[in-house]
């Protein structure tokens, strides 16, 4: 366990519906991370926050996608009209922001099947 | 454009044996190389991470060396253990790139007792 929890776990949902995914990472962590992972792949950088400020949006993060990360502590991602090419892991990780090392912490993911 | 690549997707070592798993990259920008192991059903966990400026880091029971000349580095795990047997990722991180961080597609270790 690295301290960083996703909420749910899993997600199954029929195509068009929205979907909500949560994520709690290490408390004295500032900067946030979202990644897209599909079986047999790394993981794919979607977004980056640093406390509240979303920093840096990948290509990936079409109009669909939203993160927010209110009170720069939890962050939600919202899939809006879920298509089956969604189906994916969604990763989130922490990093403590120092200059010396990019390491990140990463949560169990949130496994989504759009149907 | 950016890429991090691995040479082999699966690698089958003995247990006691030494296991190198080896990266390429693109982005000659990149100057930050991490190591990332990721077991079944869990995230990817943090195993090293070595600057440009240099070309040789060492761990525990684990060695990452970097050659820039070729783009090139590698993960070595002395003794490896039934416990290793998990997929590896090379990732990099560049100052222009933020904190983004890229990673590549993953080599599955195996480790036969």
């Known amino acids: 366990d690295t301290g960083v929890s996703q909420d749910p776990r899993h997600k199954i949902t029929k195509r068009g519906q929205n979907v909500t995914f949560r994520c709690d990472p290490i408390s004295e962590h500032n900067r946030l991370y979202w990644y897209r992972q599909t079986l047999g792949q790394g993981p794919e950088f979607l977004t980056y926050f640093q406390n509240e400020a979303q920093l840096e949006k990948s290509r990936l993060l079409s109009d669909r996608f939203s993160a927010e990360r209110p009170k720069g502590s939890f962050s939600t991602l919202e899939i809006q009209r879920t298509e089956q090419g969604d189906s994916a892991m969604y990763l989130c990780?922490?990093?403590?922001?120092?200059?010396?090392?990019?390491?990140?912490?990463f949560g169990p993911g949130t496994r989504l099947t759009v149907t | 454009g950016e890429s991090v690549g691995l040479h082999l997707p699966t690698l089958s070592v003995q247990e006691g044996d030494n296991s190198i798993i080896n990266c390429a990259y693109s982005?000659?920008?990149?100057?930050?190389f991490i190591w990332y192991k990721q077991e079944s059903g869990k995230g990817p966990q943090f195993i090293i991470d070595?600057?440009?400026?240099?070309d040789k880091r060492q761990g525990q029971r684990v060695t990452v060396l970097l050659n820039k000349t070729v783009k090139h580095l590698s993960l070595q795990i002395a003794a490896t253990q039934p416990g290793d047997s998990a997929v590896y990722f090379c990732?990099?991180?560049?100052?222009?790139?933020?904190?983004?961080?890229?990673f590549g597609a993953g080599t599955r270790l195996f480790v036969k007792a």
């Open positions: 990780a922490s990093s403590l922001g120092l200059v010396e090392t990019y390491e990140q912490y």
């Open positions: 990732a990099e991180n560049n100052n222009t790139g933020g904190f983004k961080t890229i």
């Open positions: 982005n000659s920008a990149s100057d930050y």
């Open positions: 070595i600057r440009s400026n240099m």
